[in-house]
């Protein structure tokens, strides 16, 4: 609480040398991941002055010090992230993405985690805004997620995509056996189950 700026224990993970080097498991100093954050939140800014919030990922995000250094260039904007951005992660390990979860939760970062490979199991989005994750069963939704904010802005996706299924493009209509033609609406897509997160 003192000191929010820092990834804690993606640092204490390497210190106690429980990186697993053979999957190329070597974490981006805090001090890297803060000058990348610094070098982007202009432009992340603009974002926000043309759309009123923003989505920011990291498909390998380990601890989550990337996560983190963005979370904080937005405070140092004075830019509430708690309502103006969405954080994406996504991390193979299980242990690690344990440790960004937790990391980013204790930040109120709202967003999710997914858990998977980036390159054979990527996480993908049905909407355009990565509100609603094709695959919500491997996604840890971190608690800010659920904050009427960000659960407005869902229910604002959701109707946008039974919206885009309803769609004269996609009613097609069907020829019965007599000879009537009536339309063929397809069916939805699931809802996202808001569930809250599992207690550790």
Not at 26 to 36: G, K, S
Not at 80 to 103: G, P
Request: proline share 6%; charged share 20%.
């Amino acid at each position: 609480e003192r000191d929010t700026d820092q990834d804690l224990l993606g640092e204490l993970y390497m210190a106690l040398g429980l990186g697993n080097d053979r999957n190329g498991q070597f974490f981006t100093p805090y001090d890297i991941c803060r000058l990348m954050a610094e070098m982007n939140i202009d432009n992340a800014a603009m974002q926000l002055k043309e759309r009123g919030w923003i989505s920011v990922n990291d498909p390998a995000v380990g601890a989550g010090a990337l996560l983190i250094a963005f979370a904080n260039a937005c405070t140092r904007r004075n830019i509430n992230y708690q309502q103006h951005c969405l954080f994406v992660a996504q991390e193979l390990d299980f242990n690690t993405a344990c440790m960004c979860y937790i990391q980013l939760s204790l930040l109120g970062c709202p967003g999710y985690v997914y858990v998977g490979d980036t390159i054979t199991d990527p996480c993908t989005c049905l909407d355009d805004n990565a509100l609603v994750p094709a695959k919500p069963e491997k996604c840890w939704f971190m608690p800010m997620y659920f904050h009427p904010t960000w659960g407005g802005r869902l229910m604002i996706a959701q109707m946008r995509l039974i919206e885009r299924q309803l769609s004269p493009t996609t009613i097609k209509p069907k020829t019965a056996e007599n000879g009537s033609t009536r339309a063929e609406i397809p069916a939805t897509e699931p809802s996202v189950q808001e569930s809250e997160p599992e207690e550790s």
